[in-house]
Every structure is written in C-alpha cells, then in structure tokens.
C-alpha cells in the first residue's frame, strides 16, 4: 500500500515543547495517524495526502523548521519511515484488540461484582429496616399490653374498693335502724313510766299531784327534745355520710372514664403510628426498586459506552492508545460503591467521562 504522498518529516522544531502539544499542532496540518519523534526529528503519518500549502502555514510559526513531503522524499527517507511504521501490522493489531477486550471483559465484569455488592448492600439493609421495624413494633405491642394489665388491675382494685365501701355503708345503715329501733323502745317504756305516774299522782293529794305532773310534763318535754335531737343528728350524719360516699363513687367513676378514654386514645395513637410505619416502610421499598430500575438503566448505558470504545479500538486508523485505556481502566477500577446514592452518581460520571472522551475522537476522526 503506497502512502508515500502522507509521509512528513520536519525537524528544527524549538526545545521544551512536549510531544503531545507538538501532535496536537500538527492536526492544523492533517489527521496524524502514526508519528514517532528520533533524534529531534519527527516522522509523521497522515490519513490523507500532505498538503504543501499547510505544512507553509505551519513552518511559517517556526523560523528554524525544515521539513519535506512524502512526494519529494529521497528512497532513504522512504526507506526509513518503511522500517519505521512497516505495512504489516495486523499482528500487532490483532494483539492490541485480544488485549481491550480482555480489559473490558475485566471491566465489565468488576463492574458486575460491584453492581451484585450493591444489591446485597440493599438488601442486608432492607432486612436491617424490616427486623427493627419488627422489634420497634414488638417492644409497643408489649408496652401497650403492660399497660393494658395496669388499668385492669387498677379497674379491679378500685371494683374492690367500692365493693368495701358499699358493705360498710351497708352495716352503717343497719347499725342506723338497730338504734332507731331501740329509741322506739325506750320511748314506749317511757310511756308506759308515765302512765303508772299518772296512775300513782290520782291517789296524792291535789297539790302533789299538780306538781308531779308539771314535772312529769317537763321530764317527759325533756326526753322529747333529746329523742328529737338524737333523731336530728342521726339523719343529718346519715344524709352527710350519704352525700359524701356518692361525691367519692361519682368521683371514681369519672376518674374510670377518663383512664378508659386515655387508654383509648393511647391505642388509636399507637393504631395510626404503626399505620404511619407501615406506609413508611412501603415508600422506602418503592425507593430501593426505583433506584434500582436507575442502577440498571446506568449499567446498560456503561455497556453501550464500552461496545462503542471497543468497536473505536478496532479500527486500524484509529488514534487510541494504551495510555488512553489505562486511564479509562483506573477510572474504572476507582468505583467502589459506598452507598447507593454514591454509586449511582459514579456511575453515571464514569459513563458521561468515556463518553465525552470517544465524542472527542470522533470529532477529531472526522476533522
């Protein structure tokens, strides 16, 4: 294959310019498909023919600079880019390929463990949240229980308080009546007493018998103001003690009611917390498979990136080199998954900087 008319070779370039600004430069002349710097003198490769024109603009920047095209090379200057870039390079090329694919097979094949880590990750973390999901709800239900047992006993103690207190109320009032009965008592034999003295005041003298009966009269006055009196104060302790025992039961019976609503209260709370987890716990699954669809759409995308660098590397003119592979490998080898947000976004990074960097080659293919 004749490619003589895309041979250039200059020399007199200054010092201290790097290799790869210099082949940059050289673009402005033609796409550079091979090109090695010997003994201060560069021996460039074009896809395309040379054209005097813009190597005479390039040389124009460099006052020291001598150059000659492939048309007007000596056999000696052909001799030497022959035993410099030999025609047949399709072992090396076959080597080169055997060699990116191998890369991206271990590539692709990290980033599978790493895909396969990330999952697991997701996973031991779900059963993590689902495991105390279980013991934070356990640990409720066994308050709320406790609690439940407390009131219980409390309701029973205070059942049993009343019952107390209703059988002592019980026992006052049939000491109450004993004592009623026994003031009846007393009163007819007080009765009976008076008559015998009205009976005995008939055979006295008139005088004495005026005189007994005024202090019959007063005695027997006397005994009805204490009956009256003992009377008063048994049914005013008996309506007291009445009044006061049912302000105590409908004291306790509201303080019933209001534990009952608090208990209550308590467990609609605890219903609706537990309801509030529960959602919780579904929005949180629903984020995991969503960032997981995303996971998966980043690791088809990577793929696609890595076919089309490996169809790029396969052609015969293209300009990637190894070092240009063993940035793309570090890169690659530097996504170690801490978190799911973090991978993804690594991910994403690495998939945007191969592609950026193949669009560059592209453009420069075709410029």
Not at 55 to 60: K, N
Not at 207 to 236: G, H, I, M, P, V
Not at 309 to 328: C, H, M, P, R, Y
Request: aromatic share 8%; charged share 30%; proline share 1%.
């Amino acid at each position: 294959m004749d490619q003589t008319s895309n041979y250039l070779k200059i020399w007199g370039l200054p010092d201290g310019i790097a290799e790869n600004d210099m082949l940059q430069k050289f673009k402005c002349i033609g796409k550079v498909t091979k090109s090695i710097l010997q003994n201060n003198v560069w021996y460039i490769v074009f896809e395309d023919e040379v054209d005097n024109d813009s190597v005479e603009f390039f040389a124009s920047t460099y006052t020291q600079l001598q150059y000659v095209i492939g048309s007007e090379m000596s056999p000696q200057d052909i001799q030497k880019f022959s035993s410099l870039f030999p025609q047949n390079d399709n072992q090396e090329l076959q080597r080169k390929r055997l060699e990116q694919e191998k890369l991206q097979e271990i590539a692709k094949k990290q980033q599978e463990d790493q895909r396969q880590k990330l999952l697991q990750q997701q996973q031991e973390f779900l059963k993590q949240q689902q495991e105390e999901q279980r013991r934070k709800q356990q640990k409720e239900r066994e308050e709320a229980q406790q609690r439940e047992e407390e009131l219980k006993s409390k309701l029973l103690a205070e059942q049993r308080q009343q019952q107390e207190d209703q059988q002592r109320v019980k026992f006052q009032k049939e000491q109450e009546e004993r004592q009623q009965r026994q003031q009846s008592l007393q009163q007819q034999q007080l009765l009976e007493e008076q008559k015998r003295q009205e009976q005995l005041r008939g055979q006295q003298p008139q005088t004495n018998q005026q005189f007994n009966q005024q202090t019959l009269d007063l005695q027997k006055e006397k005994l009805k103001e204490e009956l009256a009196l003992d009377f008063a104060k048994s049914q005013f302790q008996q309506k007291q003690q009445a009044e006061s025992k049912e302000q105590e039961y409908n004291k306790k019976i509201q303080n019933l009611k209001s534990k009952l609503t608090e208990t209550e209260n308590q467990l609609q709370q605890q219903k609706d917390k537990y309801t509030n987890q529960q959602e919780n716990l579904t929005k949180q699954q629903k984020e995991i498979q969503d960032l997981k669809t995303s996971l998966n759409h980043v690791t088809q995308q990577r793929d696609n990136v890595i076919a089309k660098f490996k169809e790029l590397q396969s052609n015969q003119g293209s300009s990637i080199t190894q070092e240009d592979v063993a940035f793309l490998e570090q890169q690659q080898q530097q996504q170690e998954p801490s978190s799911l947000q973090n991978t993804l976004f690594k991910f994403e990074f690495w998939g945007l900087l191969v592609g950026v960097w193949i669009l560059s080659q592209v453009i420069n293919f075709f410029t």
